[in-house]
């Protein structure tokens, strides 16, 4: 039975790694070696120090360089990741009855996709790396993700003020995006045996809704806006988390 000070390293190892791009099956024949030789050392009194021969970070960063990267695995879930990235950008307006296309979007929308994964694959990174205790990881979470947001509305402002549509949808138009945007992300969850990629989309297009079908004022929608990425911010993480632990009973 390993200490909670190795469970938590063994938890942040492997979501580093992971995060790394290395392969699934490496990552977990790797932890279980580390476990073993963890365990066997707790109980001659020795600490993580003893058996790494370095600090934890130092040894996180030896085995990422010695470790593979797993291409094939990413060329599986980059074009998952980014057609889901443009999907939710494009249910929005279509929700609300204004779906239409202008070139910054087209250029701007996969340039955010790129920044955004950037962004949180470099966050969940430091996490595992720098041993993030619970309360360090939400609030650095919520940064992650009000820093993509708030590139997200600077490319839907900017696309706004200084760009004309080059198309505009009629209604038949925007039923089409909703119902393949919607199998998107369905799709998505199925592939990937999680609700988030279906609960995270929910939340953020709840102030789209309440903007087609509801005669709310503004002030109103601000707050459904900023309750819904909170609430999104909460889920992403949470479910981090859970797939973590999902994922250490598996091995």
Excluded at 83 to 106: D, K, S
């Amino acid at each position: 039975m390993l200490s909670a000070k190795s469970e938590f390293f063994i938890d942040n190892l492997r979501m580093y790694l992971m995060m790394s791009g290395k392969n699934d099956q490496e990552v977990s024949e790797l932890i279980e070696e580390l476990k073993d030789h963890l365990s066997e050392a707790e109980k001659s009194g020795k600490s993580i120090d003893d058996i790494v021969g370095q600090t934890p970070e130092q040894y996180m960063a030896s085995l990422k360089q010695e470790m593979r990267t797993d291409y094939k695995q990413l060329t599986k879930f980059l074009p998952i990741y980014f057609i889901g990235v443009i999907a939710y950008f494009l249910i929005g307006p279509a929700i609300r009855g204004e779906f239409e296309l202008n070139y910054i979007q087209v250029i701007g929308i996969p340039i955010l996709a790129v920044l955004g994964l950037g962004i949180y694959v470099y966050f969940l990174q430091k996490a595992g790396q720098k041993q993030f205790s619970k309360k360090m990881f939400f609030l650095s979470g919520v940064i992650a993700s009000m820093s993509v947001t708030t590139l997200a509305i600077v490319i839907i402002v900017g696309s706004t003020i200084f760009m004309n549509p080059f198309f505009i949808g009629d209604t038949t138009a925007e039923v089409a995006v909703i119902v393949i945007c919607g199998s998107i992300f369905i799709g998505t969850a199925i592939w990937s045996k999680s609700w988030v990629f279906i609960v995270i989309p929910v939340f953020l297009i709840i102030p789209d809704v309440f903007t087609r079908f509801t005669d709310v004022s503004i002030e109103t929608i601000i707050i459904i806006s900023i309750s819904s990425f909170v609430l999104m911010s909460v889920v992403l993480i949470l479910n981090i988390l859970i797939t973590e632990k999902r994922k250490k009973k598996l091995v």
